[in-house]
């Protein structure tokens, strides 16, 4: 968020403030306004519950204020590729590494369950190889217990190149974000192609939005109302690779919007006023009435604790002059 804020998102950026989750399980009072919970796959068990704990204060004491991503109902990977397996709306499965159940259809790869860093291996064509991997995954001292297997799915289309789509949701609104075309099964923005041909296909991707009913079933089923969804294309059919709920809106060391860019950062901040406007209309952070935490998340004394390391921690961040 903080690239588009400081940058791109014009006067709107006074209308929005960063908190981390630290910062709100240490607070007192809650700001009368719509909430975006993010990073929800980032957190263990006992941050969500925390987390979940600040969303129902706020549906109490504002029942007619949004809030968005519920901590404890956002599926995160496993559970939506599992439920979207199940539903018929994905043509693959997906299995943890510490489940009974057995990889039915090979080949596979394995990634992290919660993280964004994309696959870990490469395509394993046989129990054997995926055997042979988890091996190592141990002997290098890496837990089995954040990793799963995801079945391949062909998604190479006729001219044998690969296509990466992503589109933004915010609160049942779709939004185009790229689409990346490649040689390679794991489409990334260093591996696309971008000659003219291929940047005019993403464009009318971006302008056409072919995919806005399918996006928003999945982002519902899900119970995600904010995020980024990366998805390909199988025999005409959208298959989900996963959602995102802190997505990049713009990369930190871009300086100039470039084609597709100026086009998505101002849909998204109209989004992203249309939900403050339907919520109350637009107020400076500390003009905000105050929702009291009661009882607060931690004591006088944690909340000195937490305070104090933050600070500590702040300090021996700051970058060398």
Known sequence: MTPYLDRWSGEFRSHVDLISYDESFRSTHLPRCVHVFTDIERLGAEDRERAAYLWKTLRRAAPEIESLNHPLLA??????????????????????????????????????????????????????????????????????????????????SEDGLYRKYAAFYLAGVVI??????????????GTRIRDDAKLAEELRYCTENPHTAW??????????????????????????????????????????????????????????????DRNGGAARMNDLQRIPLDPPLKNRRERFVS?????????QLRPLV
């Open 176 to 189: 185009p974000r790229h689409l990346f075309i490649g040689p390679h099964w794991m489409v990334k923005e």
């Open 75 to 156: 599926m995160r990977r496993y559970e939506l590729l599992r439920t979207l397996c199940e539903a018929g709306m994905n043509d693959f499965d997906v299995y943890r590494l510490t489940e009974a159940r057995r990889v039915r259809r090979f080949p596979v790869f394995v990634r992290g369950e919660n993280d964004h860093l994309g696959a870990e291996s490469e395509l394993l064509e046989s129990q054997g190889e995926l055997d042979a991997f988890v091996e190592g995954l141990v002997d290098a001292g890496k837990s089995r217990d954040t990793r799963i297997v995801v079945e391949f799915l062909p998604t190479k």
């Open 307 to 315: 305070r104090t390391l933050a600070l500590i921690a702040r300090r």
């Open 215 to 276: 996006i928003t079933s999945v982002f519902k089923l899900a119970n995600i109302d904010y995020g980024r969804i990366d998805y390909g294309i199988a025999d005409g059919k959208p298959q989900a690779f996963e959602i995102n709920t802190n997505p990049t809106i713009v990369p930190a060391e871009m300086t100039e919007l470039n084609r597709n860019n100026p086009r998505f950062v101002t849909a998204l901040t109209v989004a992203f006023a249309a939900l403050e």
